[in-house]
């Protein structure tokens, strides 16, 4: 029988993949929970395993207020809600596109709106929510079909959908499917990066193949997202037949306590992996908080990470501390983060910074967070561009580069996204040191040319890769035979 579920998710699966010929991966149950993607032979890191087509891409609900086309997905003031159905639209081309007037006609058709609700301000948000749900509805039944084979979750509100049955007459047939629309992609969407430069409003789709990639804190693929929004997959580290293939539901680089948490809020399990066993965490001590005796020099960390209400014991003094206390601490952690201002690179205030030192150690996974947020923004933020920095903010963003790249391997994460991200800035600091001084060049060369050529392997392609990677990897990376002089002109420029 599960033979033959397989056979029917597979033929199923066909429409939406582009590499079929003799796929590495196969559907069976997995020990996880429901079914999973297994390596049918021995997959090299780097290997493309497979690419699958979006079954349906819409905005996300959570940015559903602010102000951008349904049709092209730019945000833009300009954009009004449209007399008929009220989505919102940018421009005359999008209004008259093929995909407004259906999805305008059947809101009209099906979705009538209840009388004290016609002049409602916050219609056109309350639609935007929906959206997603709305492109669920058109699809073709063949395509339909693929839901019934997804693992899914009743647990939580549908809160989208109580807002508009309160403005609309929905049909019961149509209210049932979309509630079991909710159950599936709140545990198998996935977040579509984005890249500044396009203006478009965040997006998330439903990847038919992709959503049978179950959970691990240390995954062992990583996923590119092409300008079509196609999904392509691949392999971290080396994989073995028979293995699990697996992706990352979470930040990597949070702490075991935040990743169990939000696991279990947004996808409806507790996390039981390696990573989540290791109270250290592969050592990076992600999770330490200080002793909370003053005088000792130690660090607490749970003594049964698993275990919620399990007590937190010092590496150094050996006392305990209840899971009530460490919560109290981390709820004042929570508040002191959301009191900084983030944007501000170089102006991180200090009297926060002094009271977060107060509590946790610089392996913490906040410390952590702040140090990557500033490698990523330092010669990369409007007026302030890398050959503007001093010598010292320069070496600021390659020490921070380098700090979080030893996380990262210590966790073995592999080749994932961010290392490649983080691997594109060391580049260019160490870019920018040696066209500020020549004769380092060659001291420095063989770095700067591997840096980029692993950025370059493990970010081509994505949507949310740096815009010059092609052109730096070209000119500063390896095999490169224009004098030095012509090398650096990208950086001049």
């Known amino acids: 029988m599960a033979h033959t579920i397989a056979e029917k998710i597979h033929t199923q699966l066909m429409a939406y993949l582009e590499e079929v010929s003799q796929p590495l991966w196969t559907i069976k149950p997995s020990k996880l929970g429901g079914r999973g993607l297994f390596a049918l032979q021995p997959i090299k890191k780097g290997t493309l395993i497979f690419k699958n087509k979006p079954l349906i891409v819409a905005p996300r609900t959570d940015r559903a207020g602010d102000c951008y086309c349904t049709v092209c997905h730019q945000v ?9 159905c009220s989505l919102a639209i940018c421009s005359e081309e999008c209004k008259t596109s093929k995909d407004h007037d259906t999805e305008c006609n059947f809101i009209t058709t099906n979705w009538k709106p209840k009388p004290d609700s016609v002049n409602d301000i916050h219609h056109p948000e309350v639609l935007a929510r929906m959206q997603i749900y709305l492109r669920f509805l058109l699809l073709k039944k063949d395509h339909k079909l693929l839901l019934t084979f997804l693992q899914n979750n009743n647990e939580g509100k549908f809160l989208e959908l109580e807002m508009l049955h309160r403005r609309h007459v929905v049909p019961d047939d149509q209210i049932t499917f979309m509630k079991l629309v909710h159950s599936i992609i709140n545990i198998n969407s996935f977040r579509i990066p984005n890249n ?45 037949v028979g293995e699990e293939i697996l992706t990352c539901y979470t930040g990597l680089l949070l702490c075991t306590p935040a990743r169990r948490c939000f696991l279990y ?36 960390l749970p003594t049964s990470p698993l275990n919620p209400e399990a007590e937190w014991c010092c590496d150094n003094c050996a006392s305990k501390n209840t899971p009530d206390e460490v919560r109290t601490i981390q709820s004042i952690l929570g508040s002191l983060v959301g009191s900084l201002d983030l944007d501000d690179q170089f102006r991180l205030e200090a009297a926060i910074l002094a009271r977060l030192a107060n509590f946790i150690p610089y392996s913490n996974h906040i410390f952590i967070d702040l140090r990557l947020r500033l490698a990523l923004k330092i010669g990369f933020t409007e007026g302030l561009k890398l050959n503007e920095l001093s010598e010292s903010r320069l070496a600021l963003k390659e020490n921070l580069c380098r700090g979080t790249l030893r996380t990262l391997a210590a966790l073995g994460v592999g080749d994932a996204h961010l290392r490649g991200l983080l691997l594109y800035h060391l580049h260019a600091a160490l870019a920018e040191r040696a066209r500020r001084s020549p004769d380092l060049y060659e001291e420095i060369k063989s770095e700067i040319e591997s840096t980029i050529e692993q950025a370059y392997i493990i970010l081509q392609g994505d949507i949310s890769a740096p815009p010059d990677l092609e052109l730096r990897r070209r000119y500063l990376g390896p095999g490169c035979d224009k004098p030095q002089e012509e090398r650096f002109f990208i950086l001049d420029a």
């Open 76 to 84: 833009n003031k300009a954009c009004r809600p449209c007399e008929l």
């Open 196 to 240: 500044p430069l396009d203006g478009k409003i965040p997006l998330r789709g439903l990847y038919p193949l992709s959503a049978f990639l179950n959970h691990n804190c240390v995954p062992n693929t990583r996923n590119v997202f092409y300008p079509d929004y196609t999904m392509a997959v691949y392999a971290t580290k080396d994989i073995e």
């Open 265 to 300: 809020k947004s996808k409806h399990f507790w996390c039981k992996c390696e990573r989540c066993k290791d109270n250290t965490e592969m050592g990076t001590k992600l999770s330490a908080l200080k002793c909370f005796n003053k005088e000792c020099v130690g660090i607490l």
